[in-house]
């Protein structure tokens, strides 16, 4: 018996988002299944099942989870070799391996990426300019703590936003 606690958790990430502000439930976007293909066909490696599971739930969006990072289909398109171009602009003595799998772009300068073999590998990131060395750092034991971290932490931030300003 294989263990599905990773579809548990991305599940319960994408429940965690989902409180009305950060996103509504009319703003989920999921992927079918050829445009995950697609997805997995722009990179090296093979999709991780956590990771397929994350794109066919919210692949196309949701809401403001995210918002300002290239994690969303089509953007998501062409990543793994922009990740590449940010670590030579940068001479990191870094590489990128054919089985790495590129998740997330901010801004040009940061990429987060799937290192590992599994359902629910490894999180690493490199920061243009605050990656100790100029290279790449693990950040998660798992894709699933990742994206559960990411969602609890936005969904503060976006509830803060929300809030209206006190007057004193």
């Known amino acids: ?13 994408v429940a965690i988002t989902t409180d009305g502000i950060t996103a509504t439930p009319d703003e989920l976007r999921g992927l079918p299944e050829d ?6 066909l722009d990179q090296p490696a093979g999709l991780p099942e956590a990771y397929r599971l994350f794109l066919a739930l919210i692949g196309g969006g949701a809401g403001r989870f995210f918002q300002g990072s290239d994690i969303y289909y089509p953007v998501i398109l062409g990543l793994w070799e922009s990740a590449r171009e940010l670590l030579a602009e940068n001479e990191s003595p870094f590489v990128l391996e054919d089985s790495d799998r590129v998740i997330l772009m901010h801004q040009g300068y940061h990429f987060d990426f799937l290192r590992g073999p599994g359902p ?7 920061g243009e300019g605050s990656s100790r060395g100029n290279v790449a750092a693990p950040s998660g034991d798992r894709f699933t703590d990742w994206l559960q971290a990411a969602a609890r932490s936005q969904v503060r931030a976006w509830a803060s936003h929300a809030r209206p300003p006190r007057h004193g």
């Open 1 to 13: 018996m294989s263990d599905k606690g990773w579809e548990e958790r991305v599940r319960a990430a």
């Open 35 to 40: 445009v995950i293909r697609e997805i997995e």
């Open 120 to 126: 629910d590998p490894e999180v690493w990131w490199y």
